[in-house]
């Protein structure tokens, strides 16, 4: 099949991004950013808090982590569910442990059916963050505008009314957008995105939204679900990138260095195991032992590097 | 290419054993080069019939946030770790970088690069494009990358490796020394083009950081090991035979530049680079001097 003369034109080709949601830079030489307290190596935990109805509604598709085998797929709803019953009860004991503080990422349907879990993670002072209704309110461009809209404001006013927190925050289920979607969320007085991966820093689009970056390179269902590491690995693999940003914090060759991050994101039915917790216990004592490490949850981190902006 | 013909004719069958002696500068057994692919995406790219750019509607802010990580923090992770032990890229280049992110292709000029091209974008595939088109591709590359470094590009790897069966004929047509897109071999060996002469070079697809992360899942130090196995074994070969192999490390900053990977990876290069068998050399130099043997 031959393609059109417009195929080999290209409108958008100038200096800069062929978009226009936030300008380039080179994250190594921004003005450094400094944490609290001297450390260097930001660490953020965020956990994913999500509920999977067993009738998977595929629009406009099915989140990663969804129903697998024909209904009823009892398999895959109760691995799922067991993540919010009894692995990240294990990730709050763990949390608790090292007296560290987390981001909660929370379908507004898990607040309203679980209260005793929401207020275990309020009682010890982890930040909420939006993460759409449940499991089937995806988002891509094909979601028409008004249904866009009515799915952020459903999910924040659900949240809200079962937990009592208003977010700052939002992560979309897989990370996916619309082109209307950052809008949206300004909109909706949301001060922080974490669904684009381009960047290890915060940065700012044009319409006043903030991307806190999310490495899903670093994520559990990437690095244990996904490649099909142990925990062990997983972990040594968190210790590998402490390690280069810590150095990399101190400045070198190509960059003065300044403040890091370390985004963690967990997932209650991948990491909460009992044959994998240990190792993410592990970590949390070997990084709240680094001198460089600052932990906190995700809120802290926007507003730390707000300020300095 | 023979097209349609079941064996393409692309090359003569040349086995391994008892290959000619073939010496490497100051009697180097394994040419080892690094080639970062410096691309561009775009975020909303014209439809191809023949293969689909993202897997999700326009944005997919995933696939393209995944791959801009590159521009905005890796390269220099990844570049950096490089110079340090002396190995000079050979870019695998999305021209259209030129353009959009001058000072990435700035910094592989300041260290030294060569340049070849990788297509316009690596969301705009060869599948289906005119002979006019693919011309008018293979032009472009060669006038954008004179403009930005100064260098007349000698080689191509396709974008995205999508190919027409007339590519390497007008590679040779437009006097292109190699081409990046075969990878029957651990040597360089010629093609056969319908005028003058093109060299293939081994790039890999086997130790390519895309295939260790995304498709066999290594761990960054698995990668690491993996690297320096391959690297141990063509030095051993070229060693024992006397017949110089080529060692290619393809590289995106977005993959190997990310934190848990690059230490293993430096450590990997370190290895390789202080062994006394290793020619760290670019693609043009391998060819030049294989060619000269010829």
Same mark, same amino acid.
């Given at each position: 099949m031959s393609l059109p003369s417009e195929y080999t034109e290209y409108p958008h080709r100038r200096e800069g991004y062929d978009h226009d949601y936030y300008k380039w830079s080179n994250m190594h030489a921004r003005k450094p950013v400094q944490w609290p307290d001297g450390k260097s190596v930001a660490v953020w935990l965020c956990v994913s808090l999500e509920w999977f109805p067993i009738t998977p509604e595929d629009k406009p598709f099915r989140a990663p982590g969804h129903m697998v085998t024909p209904y009823p797929d009892y398999r895959h709803y109760t691995v799922r569910d067991y993540g919010n019953r009894v692995g990240v009860w294990r990730m709050l004991d763990a949390f608790k442990a090292e007296s560290v503080r987390a981001s909660f990422a929370t379908n507004a349907a898990v607040a309203e059916r679980y209260p005793e879990l929401i207020e275990a993670v309020l009682a010890d002072g982890h930040e909420i963050i939006a993460h759409s209704t449940d499991m089937n309110s995806t988002i891509t461009s094909e979601l028409p505008e008004e249904e866009e809209r009515a799915l952020i404001t459903d999910s924040l006013s659900r949240l809200e009314a079962a937990s009592g927190v208003k977010p700052q925050g939002w992560l979309s289920i897989a990370r996916s957008q619309s082109w209307r979607t950052a809008d949206l969320l300004t909109e909706h007085g949301l001060k922080y995105t974490c669904d684009w991966v381009n960047d290890e820093l915060p940065y700012c689009f044009k319409n006043g939204l903030v991307n806190l970056p999310l490495n899903t390179e670093l994520s559990d269902r990437m690095i244990?679900?996904? @490649? @099909?590491?142990?925990a062990e690995g997983w972990a040594q693999m968190m210790r590998d990138a402490f390690d280069w940003l810590a150095a990399e914090a101190k400045g070198n060759d190509y960059t003065a260095g300044g403040g890091r991050m370390l985004p963690i994101h967990l997932t209650p039915y991948i990491m909460g195991l009992p044959y994998r917790i240990g190792a993410l216990e592990q970590l949390l004592t070997d990084l709240t032992a680094r001198e460089e490490a600052w932990i906190a949850p995700g809120a802290d981190i926007f507003a730390e590097w707000e300020k300095q902006q | 290419m023979i097209e349609g013909a079941p064996d393409p004719g692309l090359y003569d069958y040349h086995p391994y054993r008892d290959r000619p002696k073939l010496a490497w500068p100051e009697g180097k057994s394994c040419a080892v080069w690094v080639a970062p692919n410096l691309e561009y995406y775009e975020i909303d790219p014209p439809a191809n019939p023949h293969r689909k750019s993202w897997a999700k509607p326009h944005p997919d802010v995933v696939g393209y946030s995944y791959r801009d990580h590159s521009n905005r923090v890796s390269h220099w992770r990844m570049a950096d770790v490089m110079s340090r032990h002396g190995f000079p890229g050979s870019v695998s280049l999305s021209v259209g970088l030129c353009d959009h992110h001058p000072e990435v292709v700035a910094d592989g000029v300041k260290r030294g690069w060569e340049f070849f091209s990788h297509g316009i974008y690596n969301t705009r595939y060869s599948y289906g494009m005119s002979e006019e088109q693919e011309r008018a591709i293979i032009e472009d590359s060669i006038e954008t990358v004179q403009r930005a470094t100064g260098q007349r590009i000698r080689g191509w790897l396709a974008p995205a490796l999508t190919h027409t069966p007339r590519t390497l004929d007008l590679l040779a047509e437009y006097d292109?020394? /190699?081409?990046?897109?075969? /990878?029957?071999?651990?040597q360089v060996q010629d093609v056969k083009v319908a005028s003058g002469q093109l060299a293939s070079i081994p790039y890999s697809l086997e130790v390519n950081d895309h295939y260790g992360f995304?498709? /066999?899942?290594?761990?960054g130090r698995e990668y690491a090991d993996c690297l320096i196995q391959q690297y141990e074994r063509l030095a051993d070969e070229g060693e024992r035979t006397g017949s110089g192999t080529v060692m290619c490390i393809p590289l995106h900053a977005y993959l190997i530049g990310q934190p848990h990977r690059i230490g293993p990876f430096e450590e990997a290069l370190a290895h390789i680079a202080a062994?006394?068998?290793?020619?760290?050399?670019r693609a043009g130099e391998i060819v030049d001097v294989w060619r000269a043997a010829q």
């Open positions: 244990v679900a996904t @490649q @099909q590491h142990s | 292109f020394t /190699y081409t990046c897109d075969l /990878y029957h071999d651990d995304n498709v /066999y899942g290594m761990s062994d006394p068998r290793c020619w760290k050399a």
